[in-house]
């Protein structure tokens, strides 16, 4: 989980890029953020999102002096933890208050009172730890397969993951598909184009990003950015969505150029900070 404030006012929006992950967003006390869902509806308070929430580049964030509480989940705990299945929000996203009713306010407010964003991330865990449930209605050969996927940065082919768990091609789309809201193949491509994108924004070169992440060549990589985001892999390098990720998500494979601990670090004058749990 992260903490992100907004100091002033999202000018333009924030383009919302998607990743491999259910993306819960917590709103702190009374900032209420608009999300355009792309296809002209506003979505407005704390959200929950499929994997590949914003394909398409048409997503974005509005507001002003806005606080939230970020979780990204595996969409195979999702369920578990939030009592709602990727597949219900395959690809978009339900607003919290719908999902939860008032216990969503009661979040709301109780992030607002405390006091530090150490505390909002205890009082975030204490919630999911609440909410719970550990009877996981995904099947063993689904998650794994999820791993597996997760693992080799969506370079797995499909047929060869299907004989390894013992099961059809036709059966474990069906049954991934239907648990986790995306056919394995569509997981693969945001799996490996997450990957991509990072190294875009770490400055590796479209040539160099395509050969060493699986992609056919250079056009196929620019094919594939353009369809996740709208933008050229050049343009999406500079997008704060990512730009923020090696501080608010660091990661085995994405170690932040220095320690952020406690203080927060700009995407970019005037859009967003973001303070990552330790």
Known sequence: ????????????????????????????????????????????????????FGAGGAVRAWGSQVECVQVRLSPVAARAVLGVSPADV??????????????????????????????????????????????????AEVARAWDRIVAGRGLLRIGPLADELGWSRKRLWSRFHAQLGMPPKRAAQLVRFDHAAHRLVAGRGAARVAA?????????????????????????????????????????????????GPRSVSSRPGTADSRRRP
């Open 1 to 52: 989980m992260a903490g992100f404030g907004v100091p002033g006012r999202l000018a333009g929006g924030l383009r919302v890029v998607p990743h491999p992950a259910v993306m819960l967003v917590l709103e702190v006390g009374e900032c209420r953020a608009v999300v355009d869902d792309g296809t002209g509806r506003r979505h407005r308070g704390s959200v929950v999102a499929g994997p590949g």
């Open 212 to 260: 060493e992440g699986g992609y056919a060549d250079q056009s196929h990589l620019h094919r594939e950015v353009m369809a996740f985001t709208g933008l050229t892999p050049a343009a999406v390098a500079a997008e704060p969505f990512l730009t923020i990720d090696d501080t608010a998500w660091p990661g085995p494979d994405r170690t932040p150029a220095r320690d952020p």
């Open 90 to 139: 395959a690809g978009g996203m339900a607003v919290l208050d719908d999902l939860w009713g008032r216990d969503a306010a009661r979040v709301r407010e109780q992030l607002g009172e405390a006091s530090s964003w150490q505390e909002r991330f205890a009082l975030t865990d204490a919630l999911l730890a609440r909410r719970w449930d550990a009877r996981s209605p995904v099947d």
